[in-house]
């Protein structure tokens, strides 16, 4: 069975075989941005370079979706977080592995890939998520 | 710059209308409007028309049907700020001369569900399933509970205020009351957002009619509405949540006024817990204590700010081009001493606020 990125581009597995997303830096004000992106949201200078993010972050907020629009396909309730990543950049995805009744929001967690779901020919679409940092993760 | 007033307001009832179009809608509160100005159709010198999808050209498929005289009609889509958006910018075509009497009209037709955030079908956040708008202000939710101690029942008492002033508002959707245990009890959308806590799916359409002060005599002795103050923004890169704090600074500053001289807001209820936030951002009460100001009753009609006298979203419904509009329209009622059972006491200043996908918002402040 082939495991497809949801989209090109957002991460890659590093040596150790770990998650790891693809985003920006400018190079004028050092912001950086998940996804990338062309230009500077904070300063709009053009010609963003390609970086390596952190691997962990903090759960901002977060919810759990138990009435899901039409178009999604996937198993309900699924629980989003909203993570602030160490080195900055702010994204939502998925959290896994994590009971309904564990307070989230302060905690660590890291960047996972998993399974979102699978294509018309049975391969795996994989997708970034979030899994709660073991034993607190590296802060 | 001119001064601007409303000297026309329209609105159909919202509520399920699966035989009638948006032109069928938005046609009768546009008649209206114009009768209750007193401002002929060859006197309309611009139209603009907000919806977020109702088709190429609504705005003139709805102004065809009451005169073709060639003017200029404008169609303007801004997420849930789209009727907020047609105001500020027939305001600022009036106060800087380009015209002098424009007529507006915001109208949807909705689909049943959830409703999604802005985003395509190809998109990453489409394809997660984070394209759930309840779902953004569930996570705001959970933080605010979090952080201030916000609770359920304090959320939940919005949406019961709402409702109860929403029974009171023959243009409402929902003209029912419930109680604290109907709305926590209710269907769980987004933890903690439960289904009485959103907005209905709703058909609607409210129109006005703006003029420069000077020509208002003309057509109308009834009280003068002035537009004061008129923000649009979108976010700020790294400050995504004071959308509604930027918009409403530069609606005070423009006005000269501050949250304390407001006798009445309509504020972006969609979901309830939305109020609470939009209240504390709004500056009229500081961070955090929007709980607890509705456990004193401090936002009810007869409160130190009536908040949604009209019943807000969360009763009246929420045609997306429409509620913009419909707030300047009660705003309007109110100012007139014409809201009925509904009437703020002493109504001299309104403020109007909505928030959109995408990072859009929009403040009005209206004063006679």
């Given at each position: ?105 302060g905690r660590r967690v890291e960047v996972v890939l998993d399974k ?24 | ?258 949250p304390k001289d407001v006798d009445l807001a309509e504020v972006h ?100």
């Open positions: 069975m082939i495991q497809i990125p949801v989209k090109e581009r957002l991460f890659k597995t590093d040596a150790g075989g770990r998650a790891v997303l693809m985003g920006s830096v400018c190079p004028a004000c050092g912001t950086r941005f998940f996804p990338a992106r062309g230009s500077c949201a904070k300063c709009a200078k053009r010609g963003l370079a390609q970086t390596d993010l952190a691997r962990e972050g903090e759960i901002v907020t977060y919810t759990i979706v138990r009435q899901a629009p039409a178009t999604w396909k996937g198993e309900v309730p699924y629980t989003i977080v909203w993570v602030k990543l160490d080195d900055g950049p702010e994204l939502m995805s998925h959290l896994i592995g994590a009971r309904e009744s564990d307070s989230l929001i979102l779901r699978n294509d018309a020919d049975g391969n795996e679409i994989v997708v970034h998520k979030f899994k709660l940092a073991p034993n607190g993760g590296n802060r | 710059m001119r001064n601007v007033t409303i000297i026309g307001a329209g609105m159909h009832k919202c509520g399920r209308y699966p035989d009638k179009s948006y032109v069928d809608l938005a046609l009768p509160a546009c008649l209206d409007a114009l009768d209750d100005a007193g401002v002929p159709w060859k006197d309309v010198q611009s139209a603009y028309a907000s919806h977020i999808s109702q088709g190429v050209s609504a705005g003139q498929a709805i102004m065809g049907q009451i005169g073709l005289t060639g003017i200029p009609i404008y169609n303007v889509e801004n997420a849930c700020c789209a009727g907020s958006t047609a105001v500020n910018l027939a305001f600022h075509a009036i106060a800087s001369g380009q015209y002098d009497v424009a007529l507006l009209v915001g109208f949807e037709k909705m689909k049943k569900g959830v409703i999604g955030g802005i985003f395509d079908e190809m998109s990453l956040e489409e394809n997660l399933g984070l394209n759930v708008m309840p779902a953004l202000y569930a996570m705001l939710a959970n933080s605010h509970m979090h952080h201030y101690g916000l609770t359920q029942e304090q959320i939940a008492k919005v949406a019961v205020k709402n409702h109860k002033n929403g029974a009171l508002n023959p243009h409402a959707h929902i003209r029912k009351e419930v109680t604290v245990e109907e709305v926590l009890a209710s269907r769980m959308i987004a933890d903690p957002i439960t289904l009485l806590q959103c907005c209905p799916t709703s058909d609607g359409a409210a129109a006005l009619v703006l003029c420069a002060e000077e020509v208002g005599g003309r057509y109308t002795s009834k009280r003068k509405v002035f537009i004061r103050g008129s923000s649009v923004v979108s976010e700020l890169c790294g400050r995504e949540n004071d959308v509604t704090t930027r918009a409403s600074a530069k609606a005070y500053e423009m006005a000269g006024i501050g209820d969609a979901f309830a817990v939305g109020e609470i936030l939009h209240c504390e951002h709004l500056g009229f009460c500081p961070e955090g204590e929007g709980g607890r100001w509705v456990d004193e009753g401090r936002t009810e009609i007869t409160g130190e700010i009536a908040v949604n006298p009209s019943g807000g979203l969360q009763s009246r419904g929420h045609p997306l081009g429409m509620t913009g509009v419909a707030q300047v329209c009660e705003a309007v009622w109110q100012l007139r001493g014409e809201a009925g059972a509904r009437q703020v006491a002493d109504a001299r200043v309104a403020l109007t606020h909505t928030q959109g996908a995408g990072g859009v918002c929009s403040v009005h402040i209206l004063a006679v």
